[in-house]
């Protein structure tokens, strides 16, 4: 079969890269429009061995699509929005942003007694007591743990959503750090992962829980297919996130929480920046109409110097 007027999908080959990227298929697909799947390995996912913050470049999940787009290979690529370098490849634009998915992260546990001693210890807000030992490679993850559970021991874990799942299991760590929005969409639960304990102290990365699509610049044929798939609020939230990211000039690796969400007209934005060791904290709370959107990350950013950003540990 000639499948030239289909358009084509790339995706990473990771299990919820695919779930992502048949998401949007299923859409292109209930509206008519041929697509097929195309799969690429990316850097990000070649070397498993290197932290991810000392990989230091940005983009590596994204990069190998980029070029593939820009090389006519592939018509729409499809991201987690948090792996996506806030400056975009020269050429491409976002064609849409989902509505977002659970933003928060997740302990998941090997047993159910170190998971209620780590729930009890943050309702009897008695974290700086309690030493544990977790995984996570992200280090706004580990800097934010640090913060609240200073006796912690943390390792890295690399790897993909399930490779992190079967790691916990092998290695002898009581827990590691995952997006809910993976384990969700993976349909991964806690009869599968272990114990889970949601983190709603933890910020999220900036643009954590959604997704992005992205094609060539001023492809008419794509942005008009894709957009139904576009949330207006998730793209508000997700911008000034982002924007907050860009303007404290953090990339993929650096320890910067960003969360905001709308309701009833007013945008409300939390912004945090915690030293690596996770001694110190800074976090920035703004709210503003709607209407406001372009002030939000510029005022939580000058907030942010106000309070002494500079002094703050972040590599
Ligand atoms: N760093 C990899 C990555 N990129 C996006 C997600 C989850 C989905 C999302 O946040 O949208 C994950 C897995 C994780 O952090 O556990």
């Not at 007027?5 to 990771?14: E, F, P, Q, V």
């Not at 792996?83 to 491409?92: C, E, I, N, S």
């Not at 609020?233 to 905001?260: K, V, Y």
Request: aromatic share 4%; net charge negative; charged share 20%.
């Amino acid at each position: 079969m000639n499948q030239s007027n289909h358009l084509k999908i790339g995706t990473r080959d990771s299990k919820l890269a695919t779930w992502q990227a048949q998401k949007v298929s299923d859409f292109l697909t209930a509206n008519h429009l041929a697509n097929q799947l195309h799969f690429i390995k990316s850097e990000g996912d070649i070397n498993l061995t290197t932290p991810l913050y000392e990989v230091g470049v940005q983009g590596i999940f994204t990069k190998a699509l980029d070029i593939a787009l820009l090389n006519n290979e592939i018509d729409i690529a499809v991201h987690s929005f948090k792996d996506v370098p806030t400056q975009l490849a020269a050429g491409l634009q976002i064609a849409a942003i989902l509505k977002r998915d659970n933003p928060l992260d997740v302990l998941v546990f090997k047993n159910e007694t170190t998971r209620n001693n780590v729930a009890n210890a943050i309702n009897n807000k008695t974290t700086q007591q309690l030493p544990i030992h977790i995984a996570t490679s992200s280090i706004r993850r580990k800097a934010q743990w640090l913060h609240a559970f200073p006796l912690s021991t943390i390792d890295n874990i690399r790897g993909n959503v399930i490779t992190r799942i079967e790691k916990l299991h092998a290695a002898d760590w009581d827990a590691a750090i995952f997006a809910a929005a993976g384990l969700e969409r993976l349909g991964l639960t806690e009869s599968i992962t272990g114990p889970q304990l949601p983190l709603p102290w933890m910020l999220p990365a900036p643009a954590q829980g959604a997704m992005v699509v992205i094609c060539r610049e001023n492809d008419e044929q794509v942005l008009k297919a894709c957009a139904g798939l576009h949330d207006e609020h998730t793209a508000i939230c997700t911008h000034i996130e982002r924007d907050f990211l860009r303007a404290l000039m953090g990339g993929c690796a650096t320890p910067i929480g960003a969360f905001a969400a709308i309701e009833n007209g007013i945008i409300s934005f939390t912004g945090n920046v915690t030293a690596i060791d996770g001694k110190d904290e800074i976090t920035v709370i703004v709210k503003t109409p709607l209407e406001q959107q372009q002030l939000v990350a510029t005022e939580a950013a000058t907030l942010m110097v106000q309070k002494g950003i500079q002094n703050i540990k972040i590599n």
